[in-house]
């Protein structure tokens, strides 16, 4: 049974997962007033992060293909929000979303290649991108402000709303999530969706729909890279100072590592993923400056050996398990009181 | 004109290496149909391997073919425990898995090795011969040796060999080879060893050049990487001649073409990876045939 | 005279479909038996059964133990050989090399022999020989076919499992395949069973045949009965 099946109205487990989102929502809209400014600014990388994270699941989870480069994108869209700031006035709500215009138009170049060739290509490709955006960034020092990048400050809220500039971006992040989660689960429940679903399931069947499909591809290759790039802006207005290095290719295989950790076809997985990606390097360092890579190595690995489908399907199992064991009850007792 | 014979003999040095990786990412891409992205780090394991041995005492001529025969051990076993439970799973999958023995193997490798960079003495002495006026070095004399040396070999196992053949076969079609008596299985866990016995060539020579540091085998991964794909993933022979081609390619790009002389040079691989895939994805020599998409 | 290979009670499944139910079947040393039946009926899921590529449930028996424990390549080993559906040449490797996969499956005792059976092959299939560093993939349908079942024959096998060895292939060779196959039971002493939809060779050939419908053995016996039964008759010997 999917992990993301909608149960029906009257199951139990379904209201129970709706309390719990509900109760989640009320504690992440409660939560900036209470905690300290740096939790704030960690939960917030979690929210740009996991927007990341979310676009790398509607790519690789629903549509198979492997991106090693969504750093770069990441980088794009903040890189071209800090430029549009700094160098052209132009008001953060309009730079990010060039940002996301521009990381969208990246997105299209990427998976155009893909229509003819394995996903081996594309995985070549993408690591290209990502391993020279900081190269190149760096190289245009006019453009980017090379190594020591390009410093904007953070906005504070508009309207004359009340509130800390650090605690509006949370806020701006969230909101933003939570329409990705909507879109992400619109395009996943509709139509292409389900033809995703059929084609991962059949590859004679992906053959069949040829070239319609191959054109879905590339397009879900685009709408994920815009989501990152808007995720990018979004991060970039919280982090203020934009450097080649944060953009590596050890953020592309952190997106990745938390993809799959929170689970490659769950929308609040990503969440899940992006708060492992975010806290572990911090709870980790001191044993090691390599050790937070280790650990992601390792939860790599535990999950695809033996948690197919990430910390998001565990309360399915969990809850699968649970409702064998009521079918064998019921069918034991059917067994005693039927004769 | 020496200036070009200078950078052609320094490419095809280094082309060898890259050469050498390619090998071993054909081999493994051919049973396993994945692209190995801890190869690099296996090679950098093995390097690291002989730098141990040697600063004990032991001379490179012993240690080099211990270091070799580990790493083959080792190749069979990274199939073995990680590839071999994943038999029936997607090719994402596969590279998931590999993408976390990079990251794993990277990890461990900085954390015991430390990051400041060590000499492997070069095991062909410091010499310099200078012939119509361009400088090569004993070490790329020696090394290229010693890599066509291991090349040839393989060349031969694969092609004259019953295992070598029993291995090719169970990596083109592995339902018939099971039908004929092959541990599809075990071949699989071989090729994977003999790639790694290629990388921990490639690597050991590579050191005295390139230095001894956990990241050393990196950006050589990506130009293997690039020399793979355009000699045709799969092809033997492909990843020989692209892994010269590539090492040649990018030495010449870097002396001749000023945007591509500094750190901007990482974008020859990626820009032949880009120039294949739109006009010839098999590569030079691989089958249209292998090609799915 | 105890069976070369019996099975009983066995069943197989694709996904949640069963492929075969509850199947009985004897292959008598030395004899050729024909598998026949329509599309679907289990003609191949019952050899791959034997061979030991799809998991069963149920005993299968060869040379009195029982192999349902095997995996495929150990069931080979053992020396049950197996011409799958579409031949499964390795069309990248050269006819020659295919060959020596065949005889690199022999036992130990046999190897001795194996120059001597590859020339008595040659001789079994001239054409083999005129093409043998060509890359298989160049050849022919019937021409592979041949080259997949010389492969199959170097591994002197006790039992040699075929399936439909007439698909795709004109008449004129398809009389050529199965006049090698008679050569085959009587040159390398080995007990066939073949997969058929071209019902008129098969029962030329074999000397008993099983008739399978929807997974169960519907018809079994010796060839000239089953050639008189009514159904088989109408279905496919009819016009």
Redesign the interface.
Known sequence: MSAYALPGRSDPGALAGRGVLAICLCLAVLAPFFVSGYTVFQFTRVLCIGIAVLSINLL?GYS?Q?S?GHSAIFGLGAYTTAILIHKASVPYGLAILAGGALAFVAGLLLGV?A???????L???T??VA??FP??V??YRELTGGPFGISIRTPPAPWGIDLAPDKWVYFLSLATLLVFVGGFQGIVRGRIGRALGALRKSEAMAAALGVGL?RTKTLIFAISAGMAGIGGGLYQLLIGTATPTTYTLTLS?AF?VGS?LGGLRSSWGAIAGAAFVVYVPDKTASL????P??V???A??VV??FLPGGVAAVPARLLGMWRSKRATHTVQLQQRGGK | MTLFFQQLISGLAIGFVYAGLALALSVVYEGAGVLNFAQGEMATVSAFLAWVLTTRGMTFWLAFPIVLVISFVLGVAVERIFIRPLERASEQELLMVTLALYLGINAIVGWSAGYLQKTLTSPFGSDVWIVHGTFITSQQVGAAAVLVGVLLLVGILFQRTSIGLRIRAAAQNPESSRLLGISVGWMLALGWGIAAVVGAAAGTMAAPTIGLQPDMMGPVLLLAFAAAALGGFGSRVGAVVGGLVIGVASSLAAQYVDLLAGDLNQIVPFAVILVVLLFRPQGLFGRASALRV | MSALLEGRAVTAFYGDAPALQDVDFEVNEGEILAVLGPNGAGKTTLLRAISRVVRTRGEIRFRGDSIVRLSADQAARRGIGHVPEGRGTFVDLTVEENLRLGSLARRRADRGRALGDLQAVYQLFPILAEFRGRRAGALSGGQQQMLAIARAVLGRPRLLLLDEPSLGLGPVVVNEVFERLSRIREEWSTTLVVAEQNVRQALRLADRALLMRTGRVALVGATDEVAQDPAVQRAYLGD
Do not use: K
């Open positions: 690789l198979g492997v090693i290649p229509l003819r060739i394995r996903g081996l290509y995985g070549l490709l690591l290209g391993v020279l190269t190149i760096s190289h191959a295989l990745l799959v090691g400056s390599t050790a890579q280790l992601y190595a390792i790599l690995a695809i050996y």
